[in-house]
């Protein structure tokens, strides 16, 4: 849909390019046992949901998008993918991504994902979300040992 929204030619480096999020943008290729990607492993590595292509086929599909992967990766918002929630989620937004959450996910998970985005949309600004999810992820770590 991309290709065709914004009339991008078809090969394996448009479609890297295409793919919205960093950890997505990865493909193999049988034919060679070739790994195709940039910056995907790092950002699984370092556990972190960030947009990887400026192209966006909806507003309100990325909110969707955004707000669920990173409830079932827990990965940290990158700046650019938190300012996006901040400045792009509306009421219509939020109320198209419910919707849509409670058409495919039981409802404690639909609970769950808004509850995320509750928490997450509290912050002042990126460095108190930061900090913030840090110090989750410490409380997570401890309580696993």
Not at 30 to 38: E, G, P, V, Y
Not at 75 to 89: C, H, P, R
Not at 114 to 132: A, N, P, T, V
Request: glycine share 2%; proline share 2%; charged share 25%.
């Amino acid at each position: 849909m991309i290709f065709k929204k914004y009339g991008i030619q078809p090969s394996l480096q448009n479609l890297l390019s295409a793919v919205d999020f960093t950890f997505n943008a990865i493909a193999y290729d049988r034919k060679s046992a070739r790994l195709h990607q940039t910056c995907s492993l790092q950002a699984i590595a370092q556990r972190r949901l960030d947009f990887n292509s400026k192209w966006i086929l909806s507003r309100k599909v990325i909110a969707y998008r955004v707000l669920l992967l990173r409830f079932k990766t827990g990965f940290i918002l990158s700046e650019a993918v938190f300012d996006f929630l901040k400045t792009n989620v509306d009421v219509e937004v939020l109320t198209f991504v419910k919707n849509l959450l409670q058409t495919r996910l039981p409802p404690d998970t639909v609970k769950a994902v808004l509850d995320d985005y509750r928490r997450i949309s509290g912050f002042k600004d990126y460095e108190q979300y930061r900090l913030g999810a840090m110090n989750a992820a410490q409380k997570i770590s401890n309580s696993d040992r």
